[in-house]
């Protein structure tokens, strides 16, 4: 090929005609590939991308072990970034820094001497003022890799090798996590125990077929560097591990300090995975200062070593709990890990695996291992044994070698054809010193050559037998655990698990005292909360020429909900009412019901209950509560009305039976079921009418029939209201004598 072909054969300057997006689809891709497997996945047999491993190899080749001395972390990027990784020094150190972080990495693979950054987000000091060494971690992934263990491809440049893999004799990708996200795919593996991991992958070992649940009885979930408290459900977490993809929900360590005379003040001792103590701290004072959370007085930092984050009510009366837990709602007091296992395999193709397969994937490998080491161990002991071999015929026959080396003109020629020998034994014979000729060196090159027999012997047996590889990985696996058992500091588990707390915090009433009040509207559309209960309701004053239209009992956590002729409903909190002294303010100051519609009911919440709604030319349908709610003065849009119908009527559902009667005093009684439930909309026609429209809608119970109170309150039964019952949409038969002259089954019920 001339210098001015390119590798297809080509002229240098030769122009290629290709499609766009045949071209922008093929580099692209290949940027893709590289990005997945170069830089954003980590291998699923040693955890790590390849500029972390490239990292650790590096600081091996620099003995930078852990019994060792400190080296300029300048020293190790420039290794780095001339012999194996071609990118910017400073994505390197990056790296670096991470991998030394107790605070990223729950097991730090490297040890670094200086300032290397600390939780609030400060990065580390330039790479000329910090120094570094590998940790035991590091030093066990790396274990081995003179042996055989692993394949090494050509660096960069072709003028070295590097590692494919490292020999992993640590369950690095368990239990330090990784995250990355590359073109089109990302993963995130949150760090765990390795104590729990070892464990596991022992159980898995004697059960290669183990389910889920029996490796999380192992397993407990993450463990993170920065402790904390799980409260994800335990199906959820074991949803994740089946499936490979979930998320964990994290929570601030925290207790009470009691400060005497009933005061107190919250200390957080632990934060979230990967939240940055002074984003956490910026946040909670933002919030108390733009009143979000009015009932926090103050937050400071006190963390020195450890974190001390101090949060000090406004009030004693405060409960703690529900302090933390409105923060919790509000604040990245409370966080999320997600989970996404996404590795490249052992083939080098990126998948989403379960736990199980991350486990038996690393097992798996270490077995490679195991048999590569053997096998090159073994090696090296047949090749000695051969030199011994030639030695032991040398001292057996050592007059005639001796007469050989002396005497004749090709002596290797002759030792070989004289006593068979091959031509590393006769090197070795001519090369041995005379003062190994004595009888004590005789018998120690006997004496080795029995052992190496014996080493040899084993070997074999190993590497024919399954079960004792498992067996052999399963006492590396069990030193592993010793070195990281929970009972000592670096191993013992950070992040404990607990249940949500079953409390269902409203923040807009958590922090409200509890009072009860008695809710005023009157015909005008002045509202007011009075203190207490008014018994005697003939003492309430009003305007000149206004009076009362609903007085509902409530408590001032209570959300009030008024159902307006324009069929929206209204939310108001009770404790924003203003107070009983004077005649209130005009409620259409809170809420945005127009000046041609007016309230035709107020009720106090209630989610569990069911309403049913009606307009006056007979149509209506029936509601969940929870459904009404509205979360702007806007109000809700529920029962629509068009042209000059008006929504009359808000009634709870209480019974089986619905009687309606129309202006024209006709009453018909249908079945509850005839009539459907609605989120939304206008409706079903309840009554047929042909003057007039509806003027009253009840439901009642059969057993306990039909009743209507009359203009002096009394209660009084509908007889016969059996021959009252029809179909829904039905004209109905007239009302009984005696029935109450305003067409109103209650005219004094609120709802």
């Not at 390795?194 to 192992?218: Q, S």
């Not at 966080?335 to 989403?352: E, F, G, I, K, Q």
């Not at 009157?522 to 209960?533: L, N, P, T």
Request: hydrophobic share 40%; with cysteine.
């Amino acid at each position: 090929m001339s210098d001015t072909e390119t590798p297809n054969g080509l002229p240098s300057n030769a122009i290629i005609e290709e499609h766009i997006d045949d071209a922008l689809s093929s580099r692209y891709l290949a940027y893709a590939l590289s990005t997945i497997t170069m830089r954003a996945l980590p291998d699923v047999r040693d955890g790590l991308k390849p500029v972390h491993r490239r990292i650790l190899y590096a600081m091996r080749q620099l003995k930078l072990n852990p019994e060792g001395a400190h080296k300029k972390c300048a020293r190790i990027v420039g290794d780095v970034m001339g012999q194996y990784h071609p990118h910017g020094d400073q994505s390197i150190y990056d790296a670096l820094v991470k991998l030394s972080q107790s605070f990223s990495a729950r097991y730090p693979l490297v040890d670094g001497q200086g300032n290397f950054g600390n939780i609030d987000g400060d990065s580390a000091a330039a790479m000329r003022y910090t120094e570094a060494k590998m940790t035991a971690a590091g030093v066990a992934l790396l274990a081995g890799i003179d042996e055989d263990a692993v394949d090494f491809i050509a660096t960069y440049n072709e003028e070295d090798e590097e590692p494919q893999v490292l020999p992993a004799g640590f369950p690095n990708l368990l239990a330090n996590g990784s995250t990355g996200i590359a073109v089109g795919m990302a993963t995130s593996i949150p760090p765990h125990n390795v104590h729990e991991i070892c464990d596991a992958a022992l159980h898995l070992i004697k059960k290669p077929n183990a389910r889920i649940e029996t490796l999380m009885g192992y397993i407990k979930g993450p463990d993170l560097p920065t402790g904390g408290i799980i409260i994800e459900p335990q199906g959820s977490m074991l949803e994740a591990y089946k499936t490979g993809k979930g998320g964990f929900k994290v929570r601030a360590r925290w207790h009470v300090e009691d400060l005497g005379r009933g005061q107190y003040q919250v200390i957080v001792t632990e934060i979230p995975y990967q939240v940055q103590k002074s984003r956490l701290i910026e946040k909670l004072a933002e919030l108390i200062e733009t009143k979000k959370v009015p009932w926090l007085a103050d937050v400071r930092d006190e963390s020195a070593e450890d974190i001390r984050i101090v949060l000090e009510p406004k009030s004693k009366n405060i409960e703690a709990e529900l302090l933390m837990e409105s923060l919790f709602k509000m604040s990245s007091l409370e966080s999320r890990v997600s989970m996404n296992m996404n590795v490249l395999d052992a083939t080098r193709t990126p998948r989403v695996m379960n736990l199980r397969e991350v486990i038996q994937a690393f097992l798996d490998h270490r077995r490679v291992v195991l048999q590569r080491r053997s096998q090159q161990r073994l090696g090296k002991i047949e090749d000695r044994m051969e030199v011994l071999e030639g030695y032991r015929i040398a001292y057996l026959n050592i007059d005639e070698v001796i007469r050989i080396i002396r005497f004749e003109d090709e002596p290797k020629a002759e030792l070989m054809k004289a006593f068979k020998l091959s031509e590393r034994q006769a090197d070795a014979i001519l090369n041995m010193r005379l003062r190994a000729l004595n009888k004590l060196q005789e018998i120690e090159i006997q004496e080795e050559y029995d052992k190496l027999a014996e080493e040899a012997k084993a070997i074999k047996s190993l590497l024919k037998s399954e079960n004792k590889q498992w067996a052999a990985i399963s006492e590396e696996i069990k030193n592993t655990r010793e070195t990281y058992s929970n009972k000592t500091e670096l191993g013992a588990r950070r992040t404990t698990f607990a249940d949500e707390p079953d409390v269902e915090i409203d923040l807009a009433t958590a922090f409200i005292t509890k009072e009860p009040v008695t809710v005023v509207l009157s015909e005008k559309g002045w509202i007011r909360a009075m203190k207490g209960k008014v018994d005697d309701v003939s003492t309430l004053k009003f305007k000149e020429g206004d009076k009362a239209a609903f007085i509902v009992p409530a408590e001032t956590t209570d959300k009030v909900i008024l159902f307006g002729s324009n069929g929206k409903f209204y939310t108001i909190s009770a404790d924003k009412l203003p107070g009983g002294r004077g005649n209130g303010e005009p409620v259409r100051l809170m809420i945005d019901l127009q000046d041609d519609h007016i309230p035709v009911g107020l009720f106090v919440h209630n989610e569990n209950r069911e309403l049913m709604v009606a307009s006056n030319d007979g149509y209506g349908f029936r509601v969940p509560e929870k459904d009404v709610i509205a979360s702007t003065r806007g109000g809700k849009q529920v029962l629509n009305v068009k042209g000059d119908a008006e929504a009359i009527r808000c009634v709870e559902v209480n019974g089986d039976k619905i009687a309606c009667i129309g202006e024209n005093r006709k009453i018909l009684i249908f079945d509850l079921e005839e009539l459907p439930v609605m989120g939304r909309g206008k409706g079903v026609r309840l009554q047929k009418y042909k003057d007039g429209g509806l003027a009253d809608v009840t439901t009642f119970n059969p057993d306990e029939g039909l009743t209507f109170k009359d203009s002096a309150g009394r209660t009084n039964a509908v007889k016969d209201w059996h021959l009252h019952e029809g179909k829904r949409a039905g004209a109905g038969r007239m009302a009984p004598r005696g029935f109450s002259r305003v067409n109103s089954f209650d005219p004094g019920k609120n709802l």
